[in-house]
């Protein structure tokens, strides 16, 4: 299965460099048999809707389209979601 992980941030952003740091470190952790996990990266500056909807929040991370978390990643939390993520 793969898991599709996509964080919505901006250029310059340092809580959205502070949570693709930690996304890629618990990526990397992740045990055997877990999902694979596909990270993708926007930019509230390339995208209107985005900018309306987030401007407030970033870095907002989506897993499968829905909303995890913003501003600050907790890595444990990110971890149980993406274990469970169908």
Do not use: N
């Amino acid at each position: 299965m793969d898991v599709e992980l996509t964080l919505v941030g901006k250029p310059g952003c340092h809580l959205c460099d502070d949570a693709r740091d930690v996304i890629h470190a618990v990526i990397a952790d992740l045990p055997a048999g877990a999902p694979s996990v596909s990270v993708g990266e926007v930019s509230i500056l390339d995208d209107p809707d985005l900018h309306e909807r987030y401007v407030e929040e970033i870095p907002v991370v989506l897993i499968g389209g829905r909303v995890h978390t913003y501003w600050r990643v907790d890595p444990a939390r990110l971890r149980t979601a993406l274990l469970e993520a169908e």
